[in-house]
């Protein structure tokens, strides 16, 4: 009995010394944590791109409290559950995790997680429109992108709003989810929609008319 | 009898004998009746015939026998005695005919199909040919009736059961051959008589008429019309003289509703209620003349006060003002009585009511906003309120109190309710603090009154500014106690302070005003004391709200002066110097150029010129200059300097639109608060509902938009937040 355990648990610590090991690869030493310079540095080992959507789903994946940067307990974690502990490893991992958040049942999650990653300040609420329409860009353009190139364009010129809230936020994705486009048909300003999209849709109706 | 049969030509034979007995009867000839052997063979030979076995079944012949019998007897009996007469006398033949054609059914009731063949018979031959005729009579008779004149009832009565009976079974005959024309005529002969009595008849005479022409008209369908008749008849007639020229008819000059309502006729206004309550939506015909009516004459009070303000014949100011809530309030009670006496208390006309006072009750008077009006009223009251009393205390307090209810009930017509509130406060804060011997009570009694009717959020501001002064008083004592105990801080003067919680009172602008040395010192002594009480207060001091009371050396007799601290600061300033320039004064006060020729007009342009102005002209220039008047005097040794009120009406308009949102915010939050979860649409129309209490809101885009912003900025600030499944539903976060 005891002899499975150590062997497992063997394994186990084998398995945690490679991504241990991994993770002071990037990290650094003074901080205990990987920090923006050593995302980067991930990135390119990885061979993405450091604004690539998929470091945004890797942070999603684990959990990743605080923008750009990675803490020990959240890389173990999130490494162990993407069942990885080698770079190369990781790489292949990253295409099966687009996968999995474009699962219904995580996309919205993963979707709200993209704005909290947001905010960097204590008691920050919002997010300031330059970063929000890249966000947007980053998260939803290839699935819906004449939409979302509308509503960038629309963010950046309207003056009404300099920052955008979570519910605002979360309301965009409800927004190319339900509404017709280009007609914006069904879209009713009487309903719960916020009223930025209800000056959007005006806008449009506008530009079209 | 046996059982042979009956060969057709010797039934036929007995039935032909039986027919020739029953026309000679029937003529009048003389011939003995029936007897009842008589008949029981006649039945017997046709039953028998009808039913025999063939080839001896004889009901086809018979059929065609009877109907060739019938058709002869009608040809030539029945229809030359019709055509040969007129009138009423072709009536009476008809009727007679045909009661003796259904003698003739009895010899057939063994076979129904025979008793058809006698109503076709006499339905082919005579009826169609006759009943436009007989129609034509019967509609000369109904109108010689509503003339006046006697007809035989029982005749008409027989007549139309012809047309009736003609239907075999269905009514289409009598309704089309009798009523649809009826009907017409009806309407016809109505709507002559209607436009004649419209020009002839005052109204209340005109509505008996038409009582009366509608009790006859029924009348004649218990007397010979058919039942079925009456519904579509009364409708006719009330839509020809009352629906027609309803307008007309109450608008009447002379004797319409304006004038029943001013010569008190009860009993004609019921009589117009009753009349009109039994046709259909006849009622709101009435409730809009009368609203119209409510509203000329609430129009014409308000005209009146405009004329009157642009005048400025009376003296009084604001006396127009006092004469239009009066007028309107009387108004009212009025017409609510009417409601009671007279129309049942019908909510049609309740709204009538409301919506005529709504119109007038929302104009401006010369500028001034009704609401504004309506404050200024109970201002008034209140501000007589504390002070001397006249002989009869207990009539003065009734009169104040029904005065004061009056506010409460007129505001219910008033649409933006926010505005009355914020002059109602402005004037409040005057009284509270100029007023001597406000009556607390009376105030408190009014403001718990105007939150009953409507809501808190309208009143407790103030009911916080009425606390206020009452702790004042209290500080005030403490504040006494801590100069006996500290007697070398004593500032030397008579200070009392008016602490006011920021939140309740009206916005006032402090001034950096460079105080008298005196009074610096009494602000320091009271910041010292007021320090003891509490650590975390502000204290920012309104010198444009305090009074002085400085007393003048002048060279006939000392006077005291009672000055707002403004002016007091003005004329200390000559204590120390004889004579100043405009521009002097200016530097040394830092006052504002408005202000400090208001102040110096009150001190040396009006009714006491305590200071002399070089040059003396009646306005204040920058280059003027003045000196302390030596020689002025009054026979009282006390006066109050009067200084005239900014016209705040444009300020409190600003603040009222400022205030708007946050009065939006306040109630989003309170309904979610009590509600904890409500649909978008739920909080949307619970929103509008509760502001349209205090100002004019309703269901439209821009007030959407502006109660989704607030919802926005309240999620922002985690009051409430969306659902996470149910994107329409909010919840409300603690």
């Known amino acids: 009995m005891l002899l499975f355990v150590s062997v497992s648990s063997k394994a186990k610590i084998k398995g945690l010394e490679k991504i241990d090991r991994l993770f002071n690869t990037y990290a650094n030493s003074s901080f205990g944590m990987i920090d923006p310079e050593g995302i980067e540095a991930l990135c390119s080992d990885l061979g993405v791109d450091y604004t690539d959507v998929r470091i945004l789903m890797l942070a999603w994946k684990l959990k990743a409290e605080k923008q750009g940067y990675f803490t020990q307990d959240e890389w173990q974690t999130g490494l162990k559950a993407l069942g990885v502990d080698s770079l190369s490893k990781l790489k292949k991992a990253l295409s099966d995790l687009e996968k999995e958040v474009e699962k219904p049942s995580n996309y919205e999650d993963f979707y709200t997680y993209a704005f909290r990653y947001c905010l960097t300040e204590e008691k920050q609420k919002s997010v300031d429109i330059e970063s929000i329409c890249e966000l947007l860009n980053l998260v939803l353009g290839v699935q819906f992108r004449p939409q979302i190139d509308s509503l960038i364009e629309y963010l950046k010129v309207q003056n009404d709003y300099k920052v955008i809230n979570s519910d605002q936020w979360i309301n965009f994705l409800r927004f190319c989810k339900e509404i017709s486009f280009p007609d914006l048909e069904n879209y009713d300003a009487i309903q719960a929609w916020p009223l930025i999209l209800d000056n959007y849709v005006e806008w449009m109706r506008e530009k079209h008319s | ?734």
């Not at chain 2, 129009?299 to 127009?320: C, I, K, L, M, R």
């Not at chain 2, 006996?484 to 801080?489: A, I, Q, S």
Request: proline fraction near 3%; glycine fraction near 4%.
């Open chain 2, 1 to 734: 009898m046996g059982c042979e049969n009956i060969e057709f030509d010797q039934g036929w034979g007995e039935m032909e004998k039986g027919i020739e007995k029953l026309k000679r009867i029937l003529a009048g000839e003389k011939e003995t009746p029936f007897t009842s052997r008589e008949y029981m063979t006649l039945y017997t030979t046709i039953y028998n015939m009808c039913n025999q076995k063939a080839p001896h079944d004889y009901s086809e012949q018979l059929y065609d026998k009877y109907k060739e019998t019938l058709d002869e007897y009608i040809t030539s009996i029945i229809l030359p005695s019709l055509k040969d007469k007129h009138d009423e006398f072709m009536l009476r033949e008809l009727v007679e005919r045909w009661l003796n054609h259904k003698i003739m059914f009895i010899i057939q009731r063994s076979v129904p199909a025979l008793n058809e063949v006698g109503t076709t018979c006499f339905l082919n031959l005579v009826y169609e040919d006759v009943h436009p005729t007989i129609k034509d009579i019967v509609l000369s008779l109904i109108d010689k009736e509503r003339e006046g004149e006697q007809i035989d009832r029982a005749l008409l009565k027989n007549a139309l059961d012809i047309f009736v009976e003609m239907g075999g079974g269905q009514m289409n005959r009598y309704q089309d051959d009798f009523e649809a024309p009826f009907l017409q005529e009806t309407s016809n002969y109505f709507s002559r008589k209607a436009s004649k009595w419209i020009e002839e008849a005052s109204c209340p005479d005109y509505l008996l008429k038409s009582e009366e022409c509608l009790k006859k008209e029924v009348d004649k369908v218990s007397n010979y019309l058919h039942s079925s008749t009456e519904t579509k008849l009364i409708e006719k007639v009330q839509h020809e003289l009352l629906v027609v020229y309803v307008n007309q008819l109450l608008e009447k000059e002379d004797s319409g509703i304006k004038v029943l309502f001013r010569d008190d006729k009860v009993d004609d206004l019921s009589r117009t209620y009753r009349v009109y309550n039994k046709i259909s939506q006849g009622l709101d015909l009435v409730a809009n003349v009368f609203k119209q009516h409510v509203t000329i004459e609430g129009t014409a009070f308000v005209q009146q006060a405009e004329e009157a303000a642009s005048n400025q014949a009376s003296n009084t100011p604001g006396g127009h003002e006092q004469v239009l809530v009066k007028n309107i309030l009387e108004l009212h009670d009025n017409y609510m009585t009417y409601l009671n006496s007279c129309f049942q208390n019908h909510n049609l006309f309740h709204k009538a009511l409301k919506e005529a006072f709504e119109v007038f009750c929302n104009k401006n008077v010369y500028g001034s906003p009704s609401a504004e009006i309506l404050a200024s009223f109970a201002d008034h009251i209140l501000r007589k309120g504390g002070s001397e009393k006249l002989s009869d205390e207990v009539i003065e307090e009734t009169l104040e109190k029904m005065a004061l209810s009056t506010v409460v009930k007129l505001l219910q017509y008033v649409i933006d309710k926010d505005v009355f509130a914020e002059f109602y406060r402005k004037k409040l804060a005057r009284r509270l603090l100029f007023d001597r011997g406000t009556n607390d009570d009376q105030e408190r009694s009014i403001l718990s009154k105007l939150k009953q009717q409507f809501g808190a959020p309208l009143t407790s501001k103030m009911e916080g500014m009425v606390t206020d002064v009452v702790l004042a008083k209290e500080n005030q004592s403490s504040y006494q106690e801590y100069l006996r105990n500290n007697p070398d801080v004593h500032p030397g003067l008579d200070f009392t302070v008016t602490v006011l919680t920021t939140g309740f009172w009206p916005s006032y602008k402090s001034f950096d005003l460079s105080l008298p040395p005196e009074m610096v010192k009494c602000v320091e002594v009271f910041k010292g004391f007021y320090g003891t009480k509490t650590k975390h207060r502000k204290l920012t001091w309104i010198y444009s709200l305090g009074t002085s009371h400085i007393n003048g050396k002048f060279e006939p007799k000392p006077i005291e002066l009672i000055v707002s601290t403004h002016q007091a600061a003005v004329l200390l300033l000559f204590n120390a110097s004889e004579r100043l320039s405009y521009s002097e004064i200016v530097a040394q006060l830092n006052l504002a150029h408005d202000d400090l020729i208001r102040l110096l007009h009150s001190l040396s342009c009006a009714k006491y010129k305590i200071l002399n102005k070089e040059p003396s002209s009646r306005s204040i220039s920058q280059s003027d200059s003045f000196k302390f008047n030596p020689n002025f005097t009054d026979k009282m040794r006390r006066i109050k300097v009067p200084l005239p009120p900014v016209d705040e009406r444009k300020k409190v308009i600003e603040d009222v639109d400022k205030d708007r949102p946050y009065a939006i915010d306040a109630a989003i939050v309170r309904i979610m608060k009590s509600r904890k979860v409500m649909t978008h649409q739920q909080l949307i129309s619970e929103t509008i509902e509760q502001l349209s209490r205090m100002f004019k809101v309703c269901l439209e885009i821009s007030n959407i938009k502006s109660i989704k912003k607030r919802i926005e900025d309240l999620i922002t600030r985690d009051y409430m937040e969306r659902d996470r499944d149910n994107s329409h539903m909010f919840r409300y976060l603690a």
